[in-house]
């Protein structure tokens, strides 16, 4: 059994701070019908791994201070991806050419870009689908995870402090 005090409190805490923020997303595609763009999938991968990591952690004490440890470098991960995201949004840095711009458009024949348009939707990676206080959904991935990487690396230092492999 495991006794949420502690370490344990904080490891579940973080790693639901990451799942409540996966079905934030979710909700938000499924039920809202807002289609995600590719950055936006690959920093989702992230969060999920901490979940599963978190929740891994809390079974299984043997492996903690390694968990704690993964877990660090993927929120870290994911705040550069969320800041990459977020430059991209506020133009300060090009895109993957495969979301961002015009030029995989005019590359494209007529014909092709018809069907294109037809066969998937165009989501673009430089363009704010949805904001609140003026922050988009990677700005606010960006700030959850500048936050949560500061508590994973005060844990982590924490959980290898006292040896609590």
């Known amino acids: 059994m495991t006794i949420f005090t502690g370490i344990n409190r904080k490891i579940l805490s973080f790693s639901l ?11 938000f595609e499924y039920v809202l019908g807002l289609i995600p763009c590719k950055l936006c999938y690959w920093q989702r991968l992230p969060h999920t791994i901490i979940v599963l990591l978190g929740f891994f952690a809390l079974i299984n004490k043997t492996y903690r201070s390694l968990v704690c440890l993964a877990c660090l470098l993927a929120i870290f ?16 840095w090009q895109g993957p050419i495969s979301c961002s711009g015009n030029s995989v458009i005019n590359s494209l024949s007529p014909e092709l870009f018809l069907e294109s348009i037809l066969t998937a939707p165009i989501v673009r990676c ?13 700005g606010w991935n960006f700030l959850i995870s500048f936050a949560l990487t500061i508590f994973w690396f005060n844990l982590t230092l924490t959980v290898l402090k006292t040896k609590n492999i």
């Open 17 to 27: 701070c990451s799942a409540l923020l996966l079905i934030t997303v979710l909700y």
């Open 77 to 92: 991960s994911s705040l550069l991806m969320s800041g990459y995201h977020v430059g991209i949004e506020y133009k300060l």
């Open 126 to 138: 430089d363009e704010v689908q949805w904001s609140f206080l003026k922050i988009s959904m990677a």
